[in-house]
């Protein structure tokens, strides 16, 4: 589908974190238009606003997952989203170049540990999610994390998918496990650095969550939950079908392969949540505390929604008429 140039604008005028993605995806501008912006990451914005917040020793608010001195205890809805782990996550998603951060890996080695037994940073613990993003930050920023690798595949369920309650006794995957390791997973594999092996847990992963068509119970035809069609950003670890799209979006440039047919349910969902102006409404923000806003409050239209939309649309569409022309 053709982006309305009203929409485009909208979207072009953002910070640089998403208007290089929007220009390589959207606008198709030449890659040293988008390259250009996306050097700025690390000197405008958002991204230059977060790697101001990074520690000496290499971490961000003290800690790995949660900053230094957290109350595990409190009744507060949410989780703070300010530690080493989700602001690595962000800076990686921006799009940030890994030379910004040189010597964070060995900083991190030397000086971060796990709040889950002070497990060493970058071998992982026993959460599939924590893990999966820390195998893609690894690989992002030149750390060692083949073990990690290996412990995907010796930890997918049965069913094909992960749950980070595996380590409670769960044998069922779950929606958000499964498709936070995924996502890891493929990073993993676009850095060069994935196996046969690798690739086939992946691929049972995906057909855990192509088999319920990415958003109903395989035993009832039910809709997973009302978290699956409601769409927030930052994605955070929480599942949606607009982040599960994207991901499968990216799978296939990856693979060389067309969209899955059983994909047409969720997609029916992003688009029947567009509005008739073609942005993607913010729906809620996920409580807890953040170095600073990156996205609209609940009710507002959102860019980053947006473009995800509209990106996730377009690839399903074009691959639609190429296979019926």
Known sequence: MAIDPALLDWLLDSDPALRWQVERDLAGAPPEVWQE??????????????????????????????????????EEPGQPWTATTWSLNSLRDWGLDAGALAGTAELLKANSRWEYDNLPYWDGEVDCCINAYTLANGAWLGADVSGLARWFVEHRLPDGGWNCDWVEGSQRSSFHSTLNSLKGLLYYEQAGLGSAELAAARRAGEEYLLERRLLYRLATGEQVAYWASRFVYPFRWFYSVLNATDYFRSAALFDGTTPDPRLSDAIDAVRDARGPDGRWIQERRHPGAVWFEVDVPAGEPSKWLTFYGTRVLEWWDGAVVGRTT
């Open 37 to 74: 912006t996306r050097s700025r990451v690390a000197t405008d914005g958002f991204g230059a606003r977060l790697l101001a917040r990074q520690d000496p020793d290499g971490q961000w608010a003290g800690g790995a997952y949660f900053p230094a001195g957290h109350d595990f205890e409190s």
